[in-house]
């Protein structure tokens, strides 16, 4: 049974930056393609990015795109999430994932495990 925990959330201006950590434990990173998603308030949990088993490959939501970057170093069991250019639209609550198979997956019925997530918060 693999565990997921994020951290990095905040308050950050628009056009600020943020970087979020996801600590894998219990599992070899390796084994799991990981993804990021994030649920404001009222909407449904919508995918940001996701990487394969060894960073290789990545996929965009097309709202984050040229904006955001998912990353994993699979030595530290860690996968991180850059988020720059921060938008007000932006703000929800972040959540990381693991797939077991180490493909890239863009929806979340894909994912086995998940984090408890971190809120982020950008203000105008």
């Known amino acids: 049974q693999v565990q997921l925990v994020e951290s990095g959330g905040g308050l950050v201006q628009a056009g600020g930056s943020l970087r979020l950590s996801c600590a894998v434990s219990g599992r070899a990173l390796s084994d799991y393609g990981m993804g990021w998603f994030r649920q404001a308030p009222g909407k449904e949990r919508e995918f940001v990015a996701t990487?394969?088993?060894?960073?290789?490959?990545?996929l965009y939501a097309n709202s984050v795109k040229g904006r955001f970057t998912i990353s994993r170093d699979n030595g530290k069991n860690m996968v991180y999430l850059q988020m720059n250019s921060l938008k007000p639209e932006d703000t929800a609550v972040y959540y990381c994932?693991?797939?077991?198979?180490?493909?890239?997956?863009?929806?979340?019925?894909?994912?086995?495990?998940w984090g408890q997530g971190t809120q982020v918060t950008v203000s105008s």
């Open positions: 994932a693991a797939r077991i198979g180490g493909y890239v997956a863009a929806t979340s019925s894909e994912y086995h495990e």
């Open positions: 990487i394969n088993w060894s960073g290789g490959n990545t």
